[in-house]
């Protein structure tokens, strides 16, 4: 086992996952399971809350029953029904074939977070890795936290989500960019919402998704930019200024009790194309690459991600793949699997926020459900 001092680690871990996210925690538990010796590296404590949209894909369930992590004691809402507004009220309703489930990454990842621990995963939390090195004489790695301890590893998971320091010292181009949007997050409770619903409300600049999670809760998470957070100074004033020229938008914002006095935001949200492999560490999530809000798979995703890395990290853990062998498969299955949903989601992306373009292709698909369909299920993924 990896043990560690008030100072340093001592021993070689199989695997380092840096971030204890959905993918992160997904792929740990994958491993250890595997027989494999399992360190996740964790910036806060669990629980708490994720800048999230907490809607996922029914394609998942087949891959978290394998790992022993049925969410269904977490009380999952069941979603169906997509629903889609223009910034001016047009609506568009639109079943999902696939379908989906609702719960809080609060209540998720603590759930993964558990059942790991209970597996023999160990924890280093709350802890930031500082520096990433590796070795190849060694063939393994040496992190280095951000309060000087230090971990040998022979594998490395990066799965530390959107935005890092870490990509900074790995020189990854898109951390140089600056990117104009943010993310904002509540929690709700609004008597009367659909439970059953996803719905995805237009506004000037940005686009906002409601949908049920976990009890009587619901989750409303929107994407913006700074600039038309600008003049306004607050979210608040922003939401009534902008957001609720969204007659739909309107009734939730004056008719929802708000379940915490602050939302949560995040800044610099990048949607610029990242690499699943970058200086040895296979990239997991968001930190592999970041889908729209718009298309709303995230979550499946960054699972999805875990057990493709998952199985093949095993095999050269257990000497059956050379490591550029793991790195090139891995990076051939995650751009196969995810680079057209990527690409699908940069596109539609430049549809919306626009009042006059959204109208317009609002107005357009109300006529063509088939195409919303198709739309939906390349955006929401086709089970495992």
């Known amino acids: 086992m990896v043990a560690f001092t008030d100072n340093i680690f001592s021993g070689l871990a199989d695997v380092a996952v840096i971030g204890g996210g959905l993918a992160g925690l997904a792929a740990a538990l994958d491993l250890a399971g595997r027989g494999h010796q399992v360190v996740v590296i964790e910036r806060q404590q669990y629980p708490f809350h994720r800048v999230c949209g907490e809607y ?41 074939d696939l379908g989906g489930f609702g719960v809080s990454r609060h209540a998720l990842d603590d759930f993964l977070y558990q059942l790991a621990r209970a597996r023999g995963v160990q924890f280093v939390l709350p802890a930031t890795v500082a520096d990433v ?10 992190l280095t936290l951000a309060d000087g301890r230090q971990l040998a590893a022979r594998l490395v998971l990066g799965s530390y989500g959107k935005r890092s320091a870490l990509d900074r010292q790995l020189g990854r181009p898109f951390f140089e960019r600056r990117s104009p949007y943010l993310g904002v997050k509540h929690h709700l409770r609004l008597p009367g919402f659909p439970r059953d619903l996803i719905a995805l409300h237009n506004f000037r ?14 989750c409303f998470c929107y994407l913006t930019t700074r600039d038309n957070l600008k003049p306004h100074g607050t979210i608040a004033a922003l939401e009534s ?16 009790e708000r379940l915490y006095a602050q939302p949560k935001v995040i800044n610099e949200i990048s949607f610029a194309s990242k690499q699943p492999v970058e200086q040895h560490i296979l990239m997991l999530g968001d930190a592999a690459g970041l889908i729209t809000p718009l298309c709303g798979n995230g979550m499946a995703m960054a699972l999805h991600g875990a057990a493709l890395a ?10 059956q793949l050379p490591r550029p062998a793991l790195e090139a498969a891995y990076a051939q299955a995650w751009r196969r699997t995810f680079g057209a949903r990527l690409h699908v989601g940069r596109a539609v992306q430049r549809l919306f926020g626009g009042p006059v373009l959204s109208e317009l292709v609002v107005g357009g698909l109300r006529h063509w459900p088939a195409a919303v369909r198709a739309l939906m299920r390349q955006t929401h993924g086709q089970a495992f």
């Open 56 to 96: 996922v894909s029914h394609e998942v369930l087949p891959y978290l029953r394998r790992l022993g992590a049925d969410p269904a004691p977490l009380g999952p809402a069941t979603i169906s029904r997509f629903q889609l507004s223009s910034p001016g009220g047009r609506v568009l309703d639109s079943p999902l």
């Open 133 to 142: 090195a590796f070795d190849p004489a060694a063939d393994r790695h040496l």
């Open 205 to 218: 600049d940005g686009y906002a998704g409601i949908s049920a999670i976990e009890e009587d809760k619901l």
């Open 241 to 256: 200024a902008v957001l609720a020229q969204n007659p739909h938008l309107a009734d939730i914002l004056r008719h929802a």
């Open 310 to 319: 998952a199985p093949l990290a095993s095999q050269y853990l257990r000497g």
